[in-house]
């Protein structure tokens, strides 16, 4: 499921787009305000950006800028000029139906050699993704690649719920999803129940660090599947990759969480 790296990912990859104008637009209404394509068409992408799980298109006309968000859901991806930079999710369909796209966008110029003319397509099977304008990204924590210890301490200070709940609220860490979250307390060493007003400030720390260290690593090799806890341990679950102690399943929050009874204390 997209998380915050799949996000890196599908950034990066839209990179190319910046400069073009878009020429036409097909949205899929159920998942986009309904003046989406009024404002879209005729603007020029000038940025491509990313906050969270979010990623964001800056977009000048000759009136004003705006911003378009993208919002993955768990089942959304990126198709940039033909391309799938991430071919299929993990947890999701390998199909790639033409009535799954919630948003497709043509630009006035295109890669030579593409497979298909539309320079960006948003499919999503189970429509849980949605389409917005100018989204409010106020609230938002700081964001997990870059997080660091200070940052991560003011935003727990006064909280009680499960350390694993409050990795994955956006308003606290942004970018972290289920399998992430898993994998920075992994690192980190810490249960995925522990009380936050529990937490040491060596744990503090090492949650951060396992964020700005691991988060990147995993980045490279392909995303938030590629940590220590693959699919395949999560599935099983399987022993853990640091002691070898055999993995738990729980449900925190009403998330499943997998970790080390041995070395997560």
């Not at 295109?110 to 949605?130: C, F, Q, T």
């Not at 990204?137 to 997990?144: E, I, L, R, V």
């Not at 070898?244 to 998330?255: M, N």
């Amino acid at each position: 499921m997209p998380e915050g790296l799949e996000a890196e990912i599908w950034r990066r990859a839209a990179m190319p787009l910046i400069g073009r104008t878009i020429e036409r637009i097909r949205v899929d209404e159920r998942v986009a305000p309904p003046e989406i394509e009024c404002r879209l068409v005729g603007a020029r992408i000038v940025g491509v950006s990313r906050i969270g799980k979010v990623v964001l298109f800056d977009l000048a006309d000759a009136v004003e800028t705006e911003t378009l968000g993208l919002h993955f859901g768990m089942t959304g991806r990126l198709i940039i000029d033909g391309v799938a930079p991430i071919e299929r999710l993990e947890y999701a369909s390998a199909a790639d139906r033409p009535k799954w796209d919630r948003l497709r966008i043509w630009t006035e110029t295109s890669v030579d050699g593409a497979s298909e003319p539309v320079a960006l397509r948003l499919n999503d099977p189970r429509r849980l993704g949605r389409v917005s304008l100018d989204p409010d990204f106020s609230a938002m924590g700081p964001d997990a690649l870059t997080l660091r210890r200070n940052e991560l301490a003011g935003r727990l200070r006064g909280r009680r719920l499960a350390v694993k709940s409050a990795l994955l609220d956006q308003t606290i860490v942004a970018g972290l999803g289920n399998l992430c979250a898993d994998e920075v307390l992994l690192w980190a060493g810490v249960a995925p129940a522990r009380p936050v007003d529990e937490l040491t400030g060596a744990d503090v720390t090492a949650l951060a660090q396992a964020c700005r260290e691991q988060l990147p690593a995993m980045l490279r090799r392909g995303g938030s599947t590629a940590g220590r806890l693959d699919p395949e341990r999560r599935t099983a679950p399987g022993r853990c990759p640091f002691d070898g102690a055999p993995l738990v399943r729980s449900t925190i929050g009403g998330r499943t969480a997998v970790w080390c009874p041995q070395h997560q204390r």
